[in-house]
């Protein structure tokens, strides 16, 4: 039987019927989601913390648009609208993006290596509690100073902090804090969930399952994980020095008493730049894992995959000044980081390709999961085009800070990012909770989406081009930027209706979705092996890997993967 | 379903992996060697931009024994885990505590160094780039001495009351991984603050 040759359950014997539970205690429920050290359950934590913050940081953007849609809007003041930028990059970023992926990680990546648990769970809670703590203390600024309706004393200095605005000279008051503090705690528990990932692949895979054997999202998680370790702990070390000089009165980016205000620049793309692999990495996972399975292929070189993830991984390192070719480094600087920003598109096209060459022949299922991906692989691919743009110092002299850049960053984190987000939440949402999310909903969603998303950021493009700056309040009518801002704002609009589309279905199809099953895709990794959603202890006997397709091997035993590999 | 694999079935090789402590601390290790690059950095970028005084020059002395004291606690801890493999418990409980001995006699010297530097020489974090980079750097040391020392007093209390025996020698071999990190840590800072920086 298969069961002696794998040691997985064999595939045929599932029970469809959901099961009834004695219903527990509002508060019985809430002590158990507290105290657990479940990856599961933690990593459905992180996911459900960020799907909030990304309604709020979304409200956040409207808010903007409302602003720029036309010329001398009095919608906010100039105070709350740069309030809402600084907010809303910085939840973004720290709140949506990486404790999402974190979440996806946290649950994913123990069921598809064949591991109970994380490495180190208890670590794992303590990572998500003071993470968590971290975004709720971002938004406790709001109370106080003006007022709500002011936006309290929230912060206001922009994601990215420059010094010497960030001096207690020109923030006084505590928002400055509020952000420091915010970041450098979710900077802590990132750092312990990438540890307790990497150490999970590391050390927890079940027998069988070599590094050449892992599915690729493990592999990039591991690449991902190892990059948290090396970028955000120069963020946490910024962002100590910073409150030192907050606090304590050192003059670290003081520019009065000597110190400099590119340190914190560098100090911080140091940071800032590998930020965006962080991001992307584990989006290109979830493609890793979706395009296959949709395409009805094995993936496309494997090997080189994990190369050019590594290697991405590497050059990530070494390009974060290409955000500052107009501070004044020098030519000989510009020009290295020129070349190592350009080189970073190459493992990245061997991706693309890959993925192509995947699909191409396969017979393709345009099911929800896979309509984000094929938006993902055509938006990933218009943004990687602008971003060699803007590699070339002459023109990103020209376009540092106006709308081309904003346009291209929301292309790379919106774009691609955020779709294999929704990717991933219509392929494992049946995984996680035993019901499918709705597909007419997932097509109006997508379609929506799609809409939204190019009438915002392509459009966004041409006042950038036209010399609109970002950041600003408002604008002077008559230069030419007026229909494009009304564009871009309707656009946003069309993308937020999308967005609770997604969300009602969430909800709906928890009560109301069909019944999955184990494996609703006929996919071929293990955590489809087990029930859905998974018991405490995620499989029954510790599963046996011969193959990277251990699923495929069970249901074709035929013809098994290992006599390719 | 009842085929045979045709290749050799690969779980007939030992499945071994390796071990989750060392691992993890290796990257604790990694995360914390970023964080001090920063700092470090940050002191060689301000090196000699301060706009008054006092500079290096004239108030750091080079804190020969107590980094002596330090560097050598490394080697007494190994002999410590060496002592617990071979369950010599008296000896590792010795050793281990010659260990906490040394670590608290730098910690000492670096309090006494700073004392002096603040009430004699007036130096503090405010004073200058010199004041912010030193304080910051060596107490950022400091504090990864303190955590250190911690730890290793809880296993000397383990040791003394008979909790430790020789299987925890592997738990000793992960806390002795950290103390050695931040030793090496200690090699750069003096070379970076007290050589290079005078």
Redesign the interface.
Known sequence: ??DS?S?LS?VEAIDLTPVEKPRQLFLEVLYDWVTTVDHKKIGLMYIAYSLTFLVIGGIEAIVMRIQLAVPHNTFVSPEVFNRMFTLHGTTMVFFVGMPILFGFGNYLVPLMIGARDM??PRLNAFSFWISAFGGFLLYYSFIGGSGLYGAGSAPDVGWFAYAPLTAKVFSPGHSTDYWTLSILLSGIGS?GT??NI??TI????C??MKLNRMPLLSWLYLVTG?MV??????L???Q??LM?DRY?????FDTQ????AI?WMH?FW?FGHPEVYILVLPAFAFANEIIPVFSRKAIFGYPAMVAASVGIGFISLSVWAHHMFAVGMGAGANVFFVFSTMIISVPTGIKIFNWLATIWGGKIRFASPMLFSVGFLFQFLIAGLTGIMLSVAPFDWQLTGSYFVVAHFHYVLVGAILFMIFAAFYYWYPKATGRMMSERLGKWHFWLMVIGFHMTFDFMHIPGLLGMPRRIYTYEPGRGWEIWNLIVSVGAVIQAIATLIFVYNLVHSYYKGEVAGNDPWDAWTLEWSTASPPPSYNFATTP?V?SRRPLWDIKH??D?D??YE | MSTIPITPDPSDEPWILPDRGTIGMACLIIAESAIFVIFVVAYIFYMGQSLSGPTPRQVLELPIFTTICLLSSSFTLHWAVVALRKSKLGAFNAWLATTVVLGAIFLIGTGMEWYHLIYVDGLTIQTNLFGTTFYSLVGLHATHVIVGLLMLIAALIFGLTGHVTEKHAHRMDVLSLYWHFVDAVWVIVFTVVYVLGR
């Open positions: 039987m298969a040759v040691g064999s490495a180190f750092i990438a540890l990497v150490v590391i050390c927890m895979r027998p069988g190892s370790f090396i970028a955000v702990s120069p946490t070390a910024a100590i020095m030192l304590v009165g050192s003059h670290f008493a000597g110190g400099s340190l100090f140091i046996i011969h035993p035929e098994p290992w006599n």
